[in-house]
């Protein structure tokens, strides 16, 4: 092989170690930020398409969406439409969840309200504590 062709490989391998770490990079997971409140009967979750709460949001709208519950758990993910990145959330609650008389819904740009409906006469303790609740700084 001639020097050209030597250095067209090398550029070429250069390209490809470039998509290869870009691709990587886009298929990180990010757990989501999450801003919550508590009522007469419901916890009442913001959760954030991003790492931190005073952080921008890092996509506009997100596909594949799944929010699961069950009785003391309750969890979020989707894949961001404009960056392929998987957004996930999941909350442990110290009372009974009831995931009938709950919903979920796309609230501003970048955010999923959740509105947990939760029998506090089961609660023990906190219903949540700092230590469940990922990136909420």
């Known amino acids: 092989l001639g020097q050209r062709a030597l250095t067209e490989i090398r550029d070429e391998a250069g390209d490809l170690l ?10 990180a997971t990010i ?5 919550w409140a508590q009522g007469e009967s419901m916890v ?3 959760v954030k398409f991003a790492s931190r709460l005073d952080a ?13 519950m069950n009785e003391s758990h309750v ?6 439409r404009q960056k392929p990145k998987h957004y996930i959330m999941d ?5 009974a969840i009831d995931p009938n008389a709950s919903s979920w819904n796309f ?29 909420s700084r």
Not at 18 to 27: F, G, N, P, S, Y
Not at 31 to 35: D, F, I, T
Request: aromatic share 6%; hydrophobic share 50%; charged share 20%.
């Open 18 to 27: 470039v998509l290869i770490r870009q691709t990587k990079m886009d298929e």
């Open 31 to 35: 757990n989501c930020a999450v801003m």
């Open 44 to 46: 009442h979750l913001n």
């Open 56 to 68: 921008p949001v890092t996509v506009l709208n997100v596909d594949n969406e799944k929010v699961a």
């Open 75 to 80: 969890s979020f993910s989707a894949i961001g």
């Open 91 to 95: 909350l442990e609650l110290y009372a």
């Open 107 to 135: 609230a501003g740009v970048g955010t999923v309200r959740l509105e947990i409906a939760v029998d506090f006469a089961s609660r023990r303790g906190w219903l949540m504590t700092a230590g469940t609740l990922p990136s």
